[in-house]
């Protein structure tokens, strides 16, 4: 079956902007994870959704950043007022049911460019 | 506080060789940990992990990695390394306190092996 998959692949944005940054699980994992890898370092918990509610929102950054998944299982990351700081690569995670001894499954990722 | 180590952020080797890539890890609970390998140009994938049980796992391809309680280690290795080993590896865990699956990366381990 399907991987994860995100989109977009790459985006490239102005400082103050608004974007969004897609993540469609592998279907029937009810968990799914975002994390944010900046250059030479490792993956960086910011949220998780365990159905359609955010369970554990503890790594968000700020109030800029906002995530959404409303039925369920394609969920959105939303950054608002973008910084040159929040240049990175967003990654996406699903798993079965979020049990702490699960395998995630991680997309692509979106590469984000503040310019 | 919880935290995952990467003491080497490159380790170059040759072909055939043999190599140990570290992680040390600090927790006061119980965890489970894990290994995932980013080859070039693609997403990260799981390479194994510890649950419980035998303190030695086993990858597909040869890897494998000792969970070392008092130590608060789980060093990877592997006999003999092939050119299509080259890729970044990161040490992630799970920790029993966080209910939730979300995993705490090291800054991750660049294995370049060379001809």
């Known amino acids: 079956g399907a991987g994860v998959s995100q989109t977009p692949s790459n985006k490239v944005t102005e400082k103050g902007k608004y974007v969004e940054l897609r993540c469609d699980p592998i279907?029937?994992?009810?968990?799914l994870y975002w994390y944010r890898q900046s250059l030479g370092q490792g993956p960086e918990f910011l949220i998780y959704?365990?159905?359609?509610?955010?369970?554990?929102d503890s790594g968000l950054p700020n109030d800029r950043f906002f995530a959404v998944r409303p039925e369920g299982s394609v969920s959105t990351l939303k950054i608002q007022r973008t910084e040159r700081g929040d240049s990175a690569v967003y990654l996406c995670a699903s798993s079965l049911a979020g049990g702490l001894q699960e395998t995630q499954y991680f997309g692509p990722g979106t590469r984000l460019l503040v310019l | 506080a919880q935290s995952v180590t990467q003491l080497d952020s490159q380790v170059p080797v040759f072909e055939e060789a043999p190599v140990e890539l570290r992680c040390n890890y600090s927790?006061?609970?119980?965890?489970?940990l894990f290994w995932y390998v980013q080859y070039p140009n693609q997403g990260l994938q799981l390479l194994l992990k510890?649950?419980?049980?035998?303190?030695l796992v086993e990858s597909i391809n040869g890897f494998e990695a000792e969970f070392n309680k008092s130590q608060t280690s789980f060093h990877l290795r592997k006999p003999s390394v092939h050119i299509s080993d080259t890729a970044e590896y990161f040490c992630?865990?799970?920790?029993?306190?966080?209910?939730?699956?979300?995993?705490?990366f090291g800054q991750g381990t660049t294995l370049q092996v060379k001809p």
């Open positions: 510890y649950l419980s049980g035998s303190t």
């Open positions: 959704f365990q159905g359609t509610g955010a369970a554990d």
């Open positions: 927790s006061s609970v119980s965890v489970y």
């Open positions: 279907s029937g994992h009810t968990a």
């Open positions: 992630a865990v799970s920790f029993f306190s966080s209910n939730t699956g979300k995993l705490i």
